[in-house]
C-alpha cells in the first residue's frame, strides 16, 4: 500500500527553519539539505524488508536481519535533487544513481526535460527521487511518469518542502507511489513559489542567486 507521509520531526523542523533563513549562506544551506536528506531517508526506508542470516558473534551462532529484496536507485532530480543525493547515500552507499534533469519555465511553471540518464536494470529497482521542493507537483509529476514509462514499479518520492497544491497533485496522478515530505507549507504565490517556502532551492544550493 502506497503511503504518504509528513515526516515532521522535531530535528527536521527545527533544520528546515534554518534553511528558510535568507541568511543561511551556500555552504551550510548544502550540509543541512544533505542531513534533512539523511534524517528523511532513515524514515523512508523504514519498510525495508529484512531475511534473517547466518552470523556467529564472539559467543554464539545466531540468525539476524540483514536487507533483503531490490536494490536501490536514487534518481535526484537536477538541479536542486542534487543536493540530497549524499545525504541518502550516508545510508545506502551501494545505490546506484541516476539523473533526471528539469526545469520549471518562469512564466507557464511547466517543467522542461533537458536530461536523463538512468542505471542500468532500474526497472528492478527501488526507487528513491528527491527533490527539496514540491511547488505545483508538475517536475514531480514528470518525473514519475518518466521512471514509469522505463518499467519502475516501486518509487518513493522525496521533498523537504511542499505545497498543498503539489502534493494532491502527486496523489492525485500517482496514488501508487510512496511520497515523504519533509514539512508542509501554506501554499504557492503568484510565482508558483512555495509560502513561506525557502525561495528558490537550486539557486540556495548552488550558489547561483
Ligand atoms: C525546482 C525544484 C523542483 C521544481 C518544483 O526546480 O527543485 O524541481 O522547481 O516546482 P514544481 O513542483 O512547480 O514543478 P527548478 O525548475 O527551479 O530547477 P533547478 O532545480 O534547476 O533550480
Ligand atoms: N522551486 C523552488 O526552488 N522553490 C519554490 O518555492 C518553488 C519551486
Known sequence: MSQ????????????????????????????????????????A???????????????????QPMISGKKLAVVPI????????NGILELVPSAK???IGLSRDEV????????????ENVDQRLVILPDPMLATGGS??????FI???????????CIIAAPEGLEALRKAHPDI??????????????????PGLGDAGDRIFGTL
Open 108 to 119: 507557464t511553471h511547466r517543467p522542461h526535460e533537458y536530461y536523463s540518464n538512468l542505471p
Open 97 to 99: 544513481v541516476g539523473h
Open 140 to 145: 514531480a509529476i514528470q518525473a514519475v511518469d
Open 45 to 63: 526506508l523504514r519498510d525495508l524488508p529484512t531475511t534473517l542470516v547466518d552470523v556467529t558473534t564472539p559467543i554464539t551462532a545466531t540468525k
Open 78 to 85: 537536477l538541479r536542486a535533487g542534487l543536493g540530497m543525493v
Open 4 to 43: 504518504v507521509l509528513i515526516v515532521d520531526h522535531p530535528l527536521i523542523k527545527h533544520k528546515i527553519t534554518i534553511l528558510r533563513d535568507v541568511n543561511t549562506g551556500t555552504k551550510d544551506f548544502r550540509t543541512l539539505v544533505e542531513e534533512i536528506a539523511m534524517l528523511m531517508c532513515y524514515e
Open 178 to 195: 510512496d511520497i515523504y515530505v519533509g514539512t508542509l507549507d501554506e501554499g504557492l504565490n503568484e510565482n508558483a513559489y512555495i509560502v
Open 148 to 158: 514509469k514509462s522505463k518499467g519502475c514499479t516501486s518509487i518513493k518520492f522525496m
